[in-house]
């Protein structure tokens, strides 16, 4: 008996510290948490709509951009201020990253060019916002590298901050804007820029260097040094803002090879770059694609010099036949720049694309010569060994890993790709440089493409919504939870019961994206429209007219799957998808739409899911919906005042649940009377939902579990504090409305949060599941974690377990589906309430889940 004397007073003693209090009453918190999805869906509204126009299918000018970026200010600040409103002002650091983000956007809206930022970035650390100070190429390569994983050269970038700082030091910022105010016009006269353009080229070729830029080069080159030896030498490229994104800009601008790694040599190399930005054919090019534009900077990218053996080109579509599925690889022995320039004969291999790509045909040349690296710097043209000058310059191996790679920035970048590369003398693939193939419009010569549709298999026509446009083509792969993502392959179309923002993961991998449910204002949706991933949604019963590995074509355009691949669709598409990028407001909005929609804070459960992480307003807007979401959460906390400030009447329910209801509005049918709540007068969705998941035949087990005395003591005094205060101290509460439960619930040792959200707008709802404790040991409750932990990744949900705790969040879903998960969730609830006591080992995990999946609620009771 003293024993449990002294068990009563632990307890009591934990618990006498009292609960977090609640600032607000459970109404105005949940009024306030309204008030941030008013908020953030004006905002998100607002950036799916500026998205929406980069389709190609509207005409919009410079006013509807001022306008819609304006309401969209406002929208996000308002979204600010309601979280900061709800919590009572635990976010005030989110109002310098609005102003630091909104800044930015105003720079880019006027016309102005970025002159802020750091002088130089390590290819690592450069993320999609800073694409506007580090140009295209540089750009391209560090997503090259950080998302595909393939090999490009190691290196820095001197950015465009750099290149202002060399103008404004050199006395040279009155002669640039001169030279940009004529170029504004559409009509000036290239003959008349000719003398100020000269200057200006001379005058930065001989520019000294401004304060501390080459210190921070030198900086660099001892760390790379370090990496990569003391023989370094360099590369020095050019990277203009507009380079190798939807203009090439192929041969206008220096590069300088073969650099040795001194600090004033590699400032030299980079004033030669940053010269080209006024050479005589650059400008006649920026006045020929961008007629009245005359603002650009140059950043230089500063690589380590691969020793090439082999280099060359690769088309990732022949561009005689832009519909098929051949790649054309050109190389040559030695460096690239015999291709590039036209100075060496070169071999060329035609390659069929696949999971494994196949030489249809070759021509290989009698190489003479090659460039090679030059002793001391730059390059030398020498003699091909003669063993070499017939044999190809490519193996079969060679080819195969160079057109796997090919097709993975085909796919990444959503078009036909112009691909440098080499292979050094270790026989490493090196990716110098990716950027748009242009390919001639062929539809005319095609005749009708509507024609020529019809004798494709159609698998669903005018089905679903658009959440992205495009063509899209690969192997069905399905996605039923998140761990299937694991595994998803190069290049395949992803199909899935509903969509999740969890998709980020492998959406450099996909052709297409195809959801039986879901909404063209999710998450997914928005990153789908950023990085230009084909994507239909709500197309119904697509699961079952589909299978693993059935190649199809997604046509997002006019809502058809073809089985099969379409030819005709894909020579539209490459024909098609630059022209749009030739308008100014295309451009401009595009670069907003860099500091606006991207999605970096993808998973609330990551370390780096704070506002100090946010590079967006879609950050923000994410941010704040999920701290609003842990408000909420957290509302029940104080049981002592929801008691006090509310009637609370308990639920008469067949299952000893001991529910005591506080209904805030229309939870409740409005003429029940008396003390208790009867079932039948739940008008709350969820939660009623959730109860007759509970009711389900087989979920509830009566059967009294054997806990041993030792478990019982252990589970007592391993439950964690916050457990055993506040929501959790006796008493079942449900707080709820038509649309919303917030659910705590302790059976025993066992504990559990169930918060949800459940309208007619699909971006608005969410659950929150939280799990842990138990009657047993540390071990058996961590196996009944990883079991509920397993199920829930089943069903979609984002899931953190650790030792007894299970974390589970989703979102996003439309009402139906909601519905759907709660009535999986109560099952799951009474299911394994008592089934850590079975947990004796790993194998009656996955025995038990598998049960549970299968609809074996009865396993329990046959042990």
């Known amino acids: 008996m003293d024993v449990f004397k002294g068990i009563k007073k632990f307890i009591e003693d934990r618990m006498a510290g009292g609960g977090a209090k609640t ?17 953030n869906n004006k905002a998100l509204e607002i950036i799916a709509d500026l998205g929406e126009k980069l389709s190609g299918d509207y005409i919009f000018d410079k006013q509807y951009i001022n306008d819609s970026m304006k309401t969209l200010e406002e929208a996000v600040l308002q979204s600010v201020h309601a979280l900061n409103s709800l919590s009572s002002g635990r976010y005030q650091e989110l109002y310098a990253v609005y102003d630091r983000l909104t800044s930015r956007l105003h720079t880019v809206m006027a016309g102005r060019e970025d002159r802020t930022g750091p002088i130089i970035l390590d290819l690592k650390d450069i993320t999609r916002p800073h694409a506007v100070i580090v140009g295209g190429k540089n750009s391209h390569l560090a997503q090259i590298a950080q998302n595909l994983g393939l090999k490009v050269p190691d290196g820095f970038v001197i950015t465009t901050r750099a290149y202002h700082d060399l103008v404004d030091h050199n006395g040279l910022r009155r002669d640039v804007d001169a030279i940009e105010a004529m170029m504004d016009d559409p009509d000036v006269d290239v003959d008349a820029i000719e003398p100020l353009r000269i200057k200006l080229e001379t005058s930065i070729a001989a520019a000294k260097p401004p304060p501390d830029l080459i210190s921070l080069i030198g900086e660099r080159l001892d760390e790379m040094k370090v990496r990569l030896g003391q023989d370094l030498m360099l590369a020095v490229r050019s990277s203009a803002q507009e380079e190798d994104m939807d203009f090439s800009f192929a041969g206008q601008f220096h590069t300088v090879l073969n650099v040795p790694a001194d600090p004033l040599a590699v400032f030299d190399a980079y004033r030669s770059v940053a010269a080209s930005l006024f050479g005589r054919r650059a400008i006649r090019y920026r006045l020929r694609v961008f007629p009245g534009e005359g603002h650009m900077s140059i950043a230089a990218g500063c690589y380590r010099m691969v020793d090439s053996k082999i280099s060359g080109i690769v088309y990732t579509v022949d561009p005689s036949e832009p519909g098929g599925d051949t790649m054309m690889i050109v190389s040559v022995w030695g460096q690239g720049e015999a291709v590039v320039e036209g100075r060496a004969s070169a071999d060329t291999f035609y390659v069929k694309k696949g999971a494994n790509p196949l030489l249809v045909r070759q021509k290989i040349a009698v190489k003479e010569t090659g460039l090679y690296l030059k002793q001391g710097g730059g390059l030398e043209t020498r003699p091909v060994p003669d063993a070499l000058k017939d044999a190809p310059s490519l193996t079969v191996e060679q080819l195969e890993k160079l057109s796997i790679q090919a097709m993975q920035l085909e796919n990444y970048y959503r078009r036909p790709q112009d691909i440098e590369w080499a292979i050094d003398g270790k026989g490493d693939i090196c990716i110098l440089q990716s950027r748009p193939l242009v390919v001639a419009d062929t539809m005319a010569q095609q005749g009708s493409l509507a024609k020529a549709l019809q004798k494709y298999e159609l698998i669903v026509a005018d089905t679903g919504a658009v959440a992205q446009q495009g063509i899209g083509v690969g192997p069905v792969y399905i996605v039923e939870t998140v761990s299937d993502l694991d595994r998803f392959p190069e290049g395949a179309v992803l199909v899935s019961r509903r969509d999740s923002s969890q998709f980020i993961r492998v959406m450099h991998k996909t052709a297409a994206i195809v959801t039986e449910v879901g909404t063209p204002v999710s998450h997914m949706s928005t990153l789908c429209r950023e990085l230009q991933i084909p994507c239909l949604v709500n197309v119904n019963g697509i699961l079952s007219l589909v299978q693993n590995g059935m190649e199809v074509t997604v046509d997002a355009e006019d809502r058809r799957i073809y089985k099969g691949r379409v030819p005709e669709l894909l020579a539209f598409k490459t024909s098609t998808n630059l022209n749009i990028a030739a308008a100014k407001e295309f451009r401009i909005l595009k670069r907003l739409l860099n500091t606006v929609s991207s999605l970096n804070l993808v998973d609330p459960l990551m370390d780096n899911f704070v506002p100090e992480a946010c590079e967006t307003y879609h950050d923000i807007l994410r941010f704040v919906h999920e701290k609003a979401v842990g408000e909420l959460v957290e509302m029940g906390r104080d049981e002592r005042c929801l008691l006090k400030d509310y009637w609370a009447r308990p639920l008469d329910f067949p299952i000893p649940v001991g529910i005591l209801v506080i209904d805030m509005g229309g939870g409740v049918s409005a003429d029940v009377t008396g003390d208790k709540v009867p079932f039948s007068a739940i008008t709350s969705i969820p939660f009623k939902t959730i109860l007759e998941g509970l009711m389900f035949p087989g979920v509830w087990h009566t059967r009294a579990a054997n806990i041993g005395f030792g478990d019982l003591v252990t589970s007592i005094v391993n439950v964690p504090t916050d457990a055993l205060c506040g929501q959790y101290s006796g008493h079942n509460i449900a707080i709820i ?31 929150y599941f939280r799990f842990l404790g138990g009657a047993t040991d540390i071990t058996k409750r961590s196996r009944r974690a990883r079991l509920i932990a397993i199920i829930l990744e089943a069903f979609g949900f984002n899931v953190e377990s650790k030792g007894d705790i299970v974390i589970a969040r989703s979102g996003n879903m439309p009402k139906v589906e909601i519905v759907r998960t709660l009535n999986i969730l109560g099952r799951l609830v009474g299911f394994t309430r008592q089934l850590d006591v079975q947990m004796d080992s790993d194998e009656q995990v996955d025995r038990y889940a598998e049960a549970f999946l299968m609809g074996d609620y009865e396993i329990v009771n046959r042990r």
């Open 23 to 39: 600032p607000f009453p459970a109404s105005v918190v949940f009024e306030r948490f309204r008030e941030v999805l008013n908020c």
């Open 737 to 767: 409305t038509n649309d919303y439960l917030n659910l705590s619930l302790r059976f025993g040792y066992h504990f559990n949060i169930i918060d949800v959200y459940c309208s007619d707008r699909a971006r608005d709802n969410h659950i």
